[in-house]
């Protein structure tokens, strides 16, 4: 699926950062940054282009070859990883950075990932995410069709044990990320850092 949505010649979720990373990322040092579902690169792009070392991971060929052709018209570097989330095991006590932005998957992936996002990041390191929430679905306006790939405050705190959160909010915004994610949205949104 995702092959075939990232094969039109645009930027199916457009080029620019998501607007909640471009906002949590300021404060944070530049270190090693890892992109969790990234698609066609905008987010590990924009985190090149402040200075980060980003590796990218997506399911898909297709979506990573033009996140390298975006890294290449921005003049930065990025490494691509392409893997299945499903098998992907972070490597512990590795990241400054963990980013996930609107990286649906199912409930039983999504909770090994968080757990591993928590062993993942180095003392001091900082985790942010931006999901859409159930309420999402009434909207038609991006996101996946079903509710069990959506993600709740409640649920990330859980999954997320261990980090220390300055941020988690559910809250509507308009999101204009491309063709596939252009409205209001229901989101949740989350900026947390490992204890030192």
Same mark, same amino acid.
């Given at each position: 699926? $995702?092959?075939?949505?990232?094969? =039109?010649?645009?930027? #199916? ?17 530049? *270190?090693?940054?890892?992109?969790? *579902?990234?698609?066609?690169? &905008? ?30 018209? &921005?003049?930065?570097? %990025? ?6 989330? =499903? ?7 590795? $990241? ?7 990286? +649906?998957?199912?409930?039983? %992936?999504?909770?090994?990932? +968080?757990?591993?996002? #928590?062993?993942?990041?180095?003392? *001091? ?9 159930? !309420? ?6 991006? *996101?996946?069709?079903? !509710? ?6 409640? !649920? ?11 941020? =988690? #909010? ?5 999101? %204009?990320?491309?063709?596939? +994610?252009?409205?209001?949205?229901? #989101?949740?949104? %989350?900026?947390? +850092?490992?204890?030192?």
């Amino acid at each position: 699926m $995702w092959d075939e949505r990232y094969a =039109a010649e645009e930027y #199916v979720y457009g080029t620019k950062p998501n607007d909640f990373l471009r906002m949590a990322v300021a404060s944070v040092p530049c *270190g090693r940054a890892l992109c969790l *579902g990234e698609g066609e690169g &905008r987010n590990a792009v924009f985190l090149a282009q402040q200075g980060f070392d980003v590796l990218a991971v997506d399911s898909s060929a297709v979506g990573l070859r033009k996140a390298q052709r975006l890294a290449e018209d &921005r003049g930065v570097r %990025i490494e691509t990883l392409v893997v299945d989330l =499903a098998d992907y095991a972070i490597e512990p006590d590795s $990241w400054d950075l963990i980013v996930s932005i609107f990286c +649906h998957v199912p409930p039983e %992936i999504r909770r090994r990932l +968080h757990a591993e996002t #928590v062993a993942a990041l180095r003392p *001091g390191g900082t985790f942010i995410l931006e999901a859409y929430t159930p !309420a999402q679905l009434e909207r038609g306006t991006g *996101g996946p069709p079903v !509710a069990d790939l959506m993600m709740t405050r409640s !649920a990330l705190i859980e999954e997320l044990d261990g980090l220390e959160f300055q941020e =988690a #909010v559910e809250c509507e915004r308009d999101v %204009i990320e491309g063709r596939f +994610h252009t409205g209001r949205g229901a #989101v949740v949104q %989350i900026l947390a +850092h490992k204890p030192r």
